[in-house]
């Protein structure tokens, strides 16, 4: 999802370091930001973040594994999820300092 994103916005593939710790952390946490605004409730950001990524990877898995099996779609959704940990820690700091200022408080209430 993301990675087709990029190349629709670029015009060509990005790097996979520049995609999996620039772009896609920068997508998702404004992606989880504005439904924190939306929701005023902190711990959605968590939520949202870890269903974007399942989603992105159960599309890529699909495309690149689907004509192999159910299981084999399993087994790679699982290790997809596991190799984008470190890209989702990213996430989840840039969302938590984004959400945790006293301006994202005062202004739109979030708790």
């Known amino acids: 999802m993301f990675k087709d994103m990029a190349y629709y916005i670029f015009g060509h593939e990005l790097d ?33 973040i870890i269903l974007l990524n ?3 990877n159960a599309i890529d898995v699909n495309f690149l594994f689907g004509g192999q099996g159910i299981g084999t779609i399993v087994a790679q959704n699982i290790s997809f999820f596991f190799s984008n940990f ?26």
């Open 16 to 48: 996979p370091f520049m995609q999996l710790f620039v772009f896609e952390p920068i997508v998702i946490t404004i992606i989880a930001v504005i439904v924190v605004i939306l929701t005023k409730r902190a711990w959605t950001m968590g939520l949202v």
């Open 54 to 56: 399942i989603i992105d």
């Open 86 to 111: 470190f890209s989702m820690f990213y996430e989840f700091v840039f969302s938590f300092l984004i959400t945790s200022t006293a301006f994202m408080h005062k202004k739109f209430g979030v708790a």
